[in-house]
């Protein structure tokens, strides 16, 4: 089976960094979730962190408060994207519980039983453990019934 990277498949060139025309220099290129609009997702926006392990923020193209970037390689978080059902993956970080997907280039986790969900996209170089960051944001949206198991 042919494995291609979500990250580059879901977001390119929607996560391009850096190209000519495309925000400038130290720019993270990005776009809202499909659900960013969501009253939820605004309260989110405020919580987001100011650190993910241990890198400072960086702007983003997107226009809209509910996406931000960290780093370089940047991890770029999002609110409003669809939940992911039930998944062997699930880890529970602070009392968030989440979905993670090994990517080709990386990682995508996504807040299971919140709708709607947070995704964070992390780069190989950084581990799950950046997870603990997105705690206060996270729990802006109610968990629902569902849970890992």
């Not at 993910?52 to 408060?65: E, G, L, W, Y």
């Not at 993956?89 to 989440?98: K, L, M, R, Y």
Request: hydrophobic share 40%.
């Amino acid at each position: 089976m042919h494995h291609r990277s979500r990250l580059s498949l879901l977001l390119l060139p929607a996560l391009t960094v850096g190209l000519a025309g495309c925000g400038g220099p130290g720019t993270v290129d990005a776009s809202p979730a499909v659900h960013a609009a969501a009253p939820a997702c605004a309260r989110v926006a405020k919580h987001w962190p100011t650190t993910v392990a241990d890198q400072k923020a960086r702007s983003t193209s997107a226009k809209s408060a509910t996406v931000k970037a960290w780093g370089d390689p940047a991890i770029i978080a999002r609110c409003g994207v669809g939940a992911p059902g039930p998944n062997p993956h699930c880890i529970t970080v602070n009392g968030v519980d989440w979905v993670i997907t090994a990517l080709s280039d990386g990682h995508e986790m996504v807040t299971f039983g919140r709708s709607p969900a947070i995704e964070v996209l992390a780069p190989k170089k950084y581990s799950a453990d950046l997870l603990a960051a997105f705690t206060a944001a996270a729990k802006q949206i109610r968990q629902g019934p569902h849970h890992c198991t």
